[in-house]
């Protein structure tokens, strides 16, 4: 397994995480620990797309990290008005 490889499985480990916690209850979705969780996720993987380019995993990769990054932004901005 080449280094690339391995952050890709790592990224999809980490999206995995986010996703048991938020299921379980432990980790609120909508608070920064789980959208960075989500966001690393997408870009490792996203990283690990430039050497075996897919498409359509590569649109879903960006999306996950657009959603997370627009999360991430909202908490942000509440917190500056809050």
Do not use: C, H
């Not at 391995?6 to 996703?19: P, S």
């Not at 209850?25 to 430039?50: C, E, F, M, R, Y």
């Amino acid at each position: 397994m080449t280094l690339i490889d391995a952050a890709g499985v790592f990224g999809v480990l980490l999206i995995l995480i986010a996703y048991a916690g938020a299921t379980a209850g432990k980790l609120d979705p909508k608070q920064a620990p789980a959208l960075v969780l989500n966001l690393a996720g997408a870009l490792l993987i996203l990283w690990s797309l430039t050497v075996d380019f897919n498409l359509s995993a590569a649109l879903m990769e960006g999306a996950w990290a657009l959603v997370a990054i627009a999360g991430l932004i909202r908490l942000a901005v509440s917190r500056r008005t809050g």
